[in-house]
Nanobody
Framework: VQFVESGGGLVQPGESLRLSCAVS????????MDWYRQTPGAQREWVAR???????NYAPSVKDRFVLWRDNAKNTMYLQMNSLKPEDTGVYYC?????????WGQGAQVTVSS
């Protein structure tokens, strides 16, 4: 099983980024999927979830700014991040729901700074 995150970068506050999570090794459409983020010295924090049926849930800190969707034909999940804030800075990871603890990818670095 592989989770490959991409789309990170350096942006200014208020700008947007779109992350992608490409998945292989599982029947993607059967699984809910999650995004997490982590900053140095902190535990990994849950950001958002999408069920296999497309229902989404968001952490309060990102609700109304982030949008999550999936393309089962491409085995890919997307996270559109709008109105980014410095506190959104971190490495973003995706995983299935429940997470596979031995299959974390390298993550996508997101840095929000002026």
């Amino acid at each position: 099983v592989q989770f490959v995150e991409s789309g990170g970068g350096l942006v200014q506050p208020g700008e947007s980024l779109r992350l992608s999570c490409a998945v292989s090794g599982i029947i993607f459409s059967n699984y809910g999927m999650d995004w997490y983020r982590q900053t140095p010295g902190a535990q990994r924090e849950w950001v958002a979830r999408i069920s296999n049926g497309g229902t989404t849930n968001y952490a309060p800190s990102v609700k109304d700014r982030f949008v999550l969707w999936r393309d089962n034909a491409k085995n890919t999940m997307y996270l559109q991040m709008n109105s980014l804030k410095p506190e959104d800075t971190g490495v973003y990871y995706c995983n299935s729901d429940p997470p596979r603890p031995t299959n974390w990818g390298q993550g996508a670095q997101v840095t929000v700074s002026s």
